[in-house]
């Protein structure tokens, strides 16, 4: 069983920046595909980014090119994703997931554990 506390959440003004945090339990974190999802009030749940575990390939969606970085740090079990450029569109609930096998997935169907989700609210 595999645990994902996301934290670092918040309000931020149009072109702020924000770093999120996912802290893992388990041995065997650093060889699960992680990601980030996002889901806003009324919509479906939207990949954002996903990297693999060794952190030497990354996916982003188009709209988050250039603005958001997905990271991981195997010794501290936590992924992050740092935010910056923050549009009022990217106001969702951002959760966490793992993807135990397989090279990284886009399809949320495809990750096993999930984190209970933080909040980003922008305001423009």
């Known amino acids: 069983q595999v645990q994902l506390v996301e934290s670092g959440g918040g309000l931020v003004q149009a072109g702020g920046s924000l770093r999120l945090s996912c802290a893992a339990s388990?041995?065997?974190?650093?060889?699960?595909?992680m990601g980030w999802f996002r889901q806003a009030p009324g919509k479906e749940r939207e990949f954002v980014a996903a990297i693999n575990w060794s952190g030497g390939s990354r996916s982003y969606t188009n709209s988050v090119k250039g603005r958001f970085t997905i990271s991981r740090d195997n010794a501290k079990n936590t992924v992050y994703l740092q935010m910056n450029s923050l549009k009022p569109e990217d106001t969702a609930a951002y959760y966490c997931a793992a993807q135990t096998t397989g090279s990284i997935g886009t399809n949320w169907r495809a990750y096993d554990y999930w984190g209970q989700g933080t909040q980003v609210t922008v305001s423009s």
């Open positions: 388990g041995r065997t974190f650093s060889s699960y595909v």
